[in-house]
């Protein structure tokens, strides 16, 4: 329940906040209503760092977001599925018209990670991460693709506790703004080893 109420907070922000630059208004860029098709679209999960209780290492996990139909009114709602070595579940419903639950997964998952690994706060760690989206970062290009990168911990008064998280990066790869993200990546540039939650569309 913890899980989908933070889902719910974010996409509510998200979806209403106003975005300080370029960075933040490509992430959060009005992506509903969503029209998924018959088969939805899907991701391969990675995500890999140092060992620790709570931290579940994934490799080609899967997580599929996908058009159902809600039981209790027949409406057209969104799911996503989530297959790994972590996990078998699936999330929602999400309406059709709503934020990306997509970028909260990856956004909720990170912050798990990171609290799980340094043994910080993930309602600090969760604020921090949703912040950094909010000020805004900066736009890069990269193989076709507009990349807009954050560094969440950038100056914070508490980097030092945070190990190798201190220098967490967040890139956020588009080209159609109205289409779901087709990748995102999560990383620290040490560590033993470096931690990189990566979310890639098939």
Known sequence: MKFLQNLALVLALGSGAAMADEA????????????????????VITQEGPAATGFTAVQNGKLLLEEVKDPADGATVLQLSEESTRAHRKIG????????????????????????????????????LKDALFRG?????EDGFKVAEFTPFAGDPNADRMGAFKDLTLRFYLKDP??????MVAQ???????????????
């Open 24 to 43: 933040g208004d490509l992430v959060f860029a009005e992506r509903g209503p969503w029209q998924l098709g018959d088969k939805g679209v899907e991701w």
């Open 178 to 183: 109205s289409q779901p993200i087709p990748r």
């Open 188 to 202: 620290t540039p040490g560590g033993e080893p470096p931690y990189r939650n990566e979310l890639v569309m098939k």
């Open 93 to 128: 419903p999400f309406p059709v018209s709503a934020g990306d639950p997509t970028l909260v997964f990856f956004l909720e998952n990170t912050s798990r990670d990171m609290a799980a690994i340094t043994g910080g706060s993930p309602f600090y760690i969760r604020n921090r």
């Open 137 to 141: 970062g900066k736009v890069l290009e």
